[in-house]
């Protein structure tokens, strides 16, 4: 199963990216994790429908690996009850145009983590505009929550 992930911030000492960087190293066999560049995201223009038809090489680059991959992975941060607006923007290049949308019948997952007690609500919040991006994923979206810091025990665990 070929997996592509990326994540919601652009942090370096990202508890996202660190969630990803767990998943990678707890893939099972058969299972391979192709990540995106961590700061890559934030290269992108804000989107532009004029533009659509002829997407900056960025906007080409991930949108080729998310047609390539069976399986995208989301690891993301909540910021302010919503998703990082960078990642909305690469979410709304990757879907469009709408006959080329590459989210479409792909299955999506979306992890959190968050430095707050409360966790982050940001997966549920993430789903609900990943169901309206990938039509494969509805209301099933596979989705994780990564309270007050993980640690490595408990991403082990699960
Ligand atoms: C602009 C901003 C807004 C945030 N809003 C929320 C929020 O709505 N809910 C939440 O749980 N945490 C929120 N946080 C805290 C983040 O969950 C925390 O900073 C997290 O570590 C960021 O993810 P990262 O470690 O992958 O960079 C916010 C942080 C920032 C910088």
Redesign the pocket.
């Known amino acids: 199963v070929d997996v592509f992930g990326f994540?919601?911030?652009?942090?370096r000492?990202?508890?996202?990216?660190?969630?990803l960087a767990a998943a990678v190293e707890l893939a099972p066999a058969g299972v391979a994790l192709d990540l995106f560049d961590r700061l890559e995201l934030g290269n992108f223009p804000p989107f532009d429908q004029d533009l659509q038809e002829s997407p900056p090489d960025v906007v080409r680059e991930f949108k080729a690996r998310i047609r390539a991959a069976d399986v995208v992975l989301i690891?993301?941060?909540?910021?302010?009850?919503?998703v990082?607006g960078y990642l909305k923007n690469a979410i709304d290049w990757a879907s469009r145009p709408y006959s080329d949308n590459v989210f479409a019948g792909k299955p999506v997952a979306v992890m959190?983590?968050?430095?707050?007690m409360?966790?982050?609500?940001?997966p549920s919040t993430t789903c609900g505009s990943a169901s309206s991006f990938s039509t494969h994923i509805r209301s099933t979206s596979p989705s994780a929550s990564f309270?007050t810091?993980p640690t490595r025990s408990t991403l082990a665990a699960g």
């Not at 994540?7 to 942090?11: H, Y």
């Not at 690891?75 to 919503?82: D, I, K, L, R, V």
């Open positions: 994540g919601g911030s652009l942090r000492g990202s508890f996202s990216w660190a969630l690891s993301t941060p909540e910021y302010n009850y919503s990082p959190s983590a968050s430095t707050g409360l966790g982050a609500p940001g309270p810091r």
